[in-house]
């Protein structure tokens, strides 16, 4: 069962429809990360349990320092995989399709 460590989880409406986004601007320092260590924070925002994403690794991918060696592994679980990585007929998974499933 998710659960929300940093209160991160709000309620975007728009359209008449609702959808549930994570902030990151909820943990403070997140303004100075990289774009693509924004999309894993969201990542383990959106998939905190307690047991394979902790509140420990998202606080270490917020102070992650480019000069030091990381000292914590994350976890990282894709949402989806495109349709267009796996070829039509015999499912078997394309070069660029093989790694998104990595």
Not at 91 to 98: K, Q
Request: overall charge neutral.
């Amino acid at each position: 069962m998710p659960i929300d460590t940093f209160a991160a989880q709000k309620t975007l409406s728009a359209a008449g429809s609702s959808f549930t986004i994570f902030r990151l601007d909820a943990l403070p320092g997140t303004a100075r990360l990289p774009y693509s260590l924004k999309v894993l924070l969201e990542n383990l925002l959106r998939n905190e349990d307690g047991r394979a994403v902790t509140a420990d690794q998202i606080t270490a991918l917020v102070g992650w320092a480019p000069a030091t060696e990381p000292a914590t592994e994350i976890q990282f679980t894709p949402a989806r995989v495109p349709n267009t990585a796996w070829r039509h007929g015999t499912s078997t998974p394309t070069a660029p399709g093989a790694a998104t499933t990595r």
